[in-house]
């Protein structure tokens, strides 16, 4: 504790050393005659063991006040940690309080010490909750779960609790953390998710997730009907093996690397023509875009891809009717120049 140290009590013979020298310390001041040697001894006992008492009494006054000095301390600490701490007698009835457990609470701490703990927990989870103190008297090491605690006036409080039992398995310790709002924030990071799954369900152009290996891990419906199978046959695979060429990879690893040195999530490709194959073996022409994108601290690249196979076929066919357009153009004009 610092400069509260606690004082050492001194050994019974250094008091008694110490007793001595203050008594002929006395002594020197005070000139006593006794005509009785055994006298003189007793009444010297008796000043040496007055003094003794004296310092003992001291010492213990000393003690006293650095202990309380130290509960005082230690109460502040308890009293106004972030944490909520309460104790459980073994049927799990509170105890001891702090302030932070009785705000998670929502009301008085004179209120709450008495009552049963888990009438303050949802009621849904409260089987949960005493199954939970089973495990902690049963293994005697500290668990944790999460649960709901209703709140006096306002919305239940999402809390992490870990709970270890005394020694003799007569009293409960729990540490409480309001975990609400970084419940809140992965909850509607999950909505967020859902709601991007959803919107690229209903995307016409196909969508792929990769990995930072180039191994998928998610395909819309449009990506299933343009290579002919289902997520399922081609999550985890590496699908620049299957279906598109090496650069594939090399574009989706150069989009992490890009993001993630400079923290964007936008389209480091370009729209490019390349040709892929269906899972059958047939090929497809594709116009394909990919970006970055970051999901619970990982990195992966999406791919855009829009067939535009039979925009190339009609491209190639009008190609072939000008080719021949232009034949027929030059072989009238030759015609016409030897009339």
Same mark, same amino acid.
């Given at each position: 504790?610092?400069?509260?140290?606690?004082?050492?009590?001194?050994?019974?013979?250094?008091?008694?050393?110490?007793?001595?020298?203050?008594?002929?310390?006395?002594?020197?001041?005070?000139?006593?005659f006794?005509?009785?040697?055994?006298?003189?001894?007793?009444?010297?006992?008796?000043?040496?063991?007055q003094?003794?008492l004296?310092?003992?009494?001291?010492?213990?006054?000393?003690?006293?006040?650095?202990?309380?000095?130290?509960?005082?301390?230690?109460?502040? !600490?308890?009293?106004? /940690?972030?944490?909520?701490?309460?104790? %459980? @007698?073994?049927? =799990?009835?509170? #105890?001891?309080? +702090?302030? $932070?457990?009785?705000?998670?609470?929502?009301?008085?701490?004179?209120?709450?010490?008495?009552r049963?703990?888990r009438?303050?927990?949802?009621?849904?989870?409260?089987?949960?909750?005493?199954?939970?103190?089973?495990?902690?008297?049963?293994?005697?090491?500290?668990?944790?779960?999460?649960?709901?605690?209703?709140?006096?006036s306002?919305?239940?409080?999402?809390?992490?609790?870990?709970?270890?039992?005394?020694?003799?398995?007569?009293e409960?310790?729990?540490?409480?953390?309001?975990i609400?709002?970084?419940?809140?924030?992965?909850?509607?990071?999950?909505?967020?998710e859902?709601?991007?799954?959803? !919107?690229?369900?209903? /995307?016409?152009?196909g969508?792929?997730? %990769? @990995?930072?290996? =180039?191994?998928? #891990?998610?395909? +819309?419906? $449009?990506?299933?009907?343009?290579?002919?199978?289902?997520?399922?046959?081609?999550?985890?695979?590496?699908?620049?093996?299957?279906?598109?060429?090496?650069?594939?990879?090399?574009?989706?690893?150069q989009?992490?690397?890009?993001?993630?040195?400079?923290?964007?999530?936008?389209?480091?490709?370009?729209?490019?023509?390349?040709?892929?194959?269906?899972?059958?073996?047939?090929?497809?022409?594709?116009?394909?875009?990919?970006?970055?994108?970051?999901?619970?601290?990982?990195?992966?690249?999406?791919?855009?891809?829009?067939?535009?196979?039979?925009?190339?076929?009609?491209?190639?066919?009008?190609?072939n009717?000008?080719?021949?357009?232009?034949?027929?153009?030059?072989?009238?004009?030759?015609?016409?120049?030897?009339?």
């Amino acid at each position: 504790m610092g400069t509260n140290q606690s004082r050492e009590m001194p050994s019974g013979t250094e008091l008694r050393r110490l007793a001595e020298a203050e008594e002929k310390s006395k002594a020197a001041d005070t000139t006593l005659f006794h005509s009785d040697s055994d006298t003189s001894r007793l009444y010297h006992e008796l000043q040496v063991h007055q003094v003794e008492l004296e310092m003992q009494n001291s010492e213990l006054r000393k003690a006293r006040n650095e202990l309380e000095h130290a509960l005082v301390k230690y109460t502040d !600490l308890y009293d106004f /940690a972030p944490v909520g701490f309460f104790t %459980l @007698d073994g049927n =799990g009835v509170i #105890t001891a309080v +702090n302030l $932070a457990g009785a705000a998670l609470l929502g009301d008085m701490r004179s209120a709450i010490i008495g009552r049963t703990f888990r009438l303050f927990i949802a009621v849904s989870e409260r089987h949960a909750f005493s199954d939970f103190l089973g495990r902690v008297l049963t293994c005697k090491i500290k668990e944790s779960c999460e649960l709901s605690l209703l709140h006096k006036s306002a919305r239940p409080a999402i809390v992490q609790i870990e709970a270890m039992a005394s020694a003799s398995g007569q009293e409960y310790r729990l540490a409480l953390i309001d975990i609400s709002e970084r419940k809140h924030v992965e909850h509607a990071l999950h909505e967020s998710e859902e709601q991007m799954y959803r !919107l690229a369900e209903m /995307a016409v152009d196909g969508i792929i997730m %990769l @990995d930072d290996r =180039g191994a998928v #891990t998610f395909c +819309n419906t $449009a990506a299933e009907n343009m290579f002919g199978c289902t997520a399922t046959e081609i999550t985890d695979l590496y699908f620049h093996r299957s279906v598109i060429s090496k650069h594939l990879l090399d574009a989706v690893q150069q989009a992490i690397a890009h993001s993630r040195e400079h923290g964007a999530e936008s389209v480091i490709c370009k729209p490019t023509e390349v040709i892929a194959h269906r899972m059958d073996g047939t090929e497809l022409s594709l116009e394909l875009s990919i970006s970055a994108l970051e999901l619970h601290g990982k990195w992966h690249a999406i791919g855009i891809m829009r067939d535009i196979t039979e925009r190339k076929q009609l491209e190639e066919d009008l190609q072939n009717a000008h080719d021949q357009l232009e034949v027929f153009l030059s072989e009238r004009a030759k015609y016409l120049t030897c009339q």
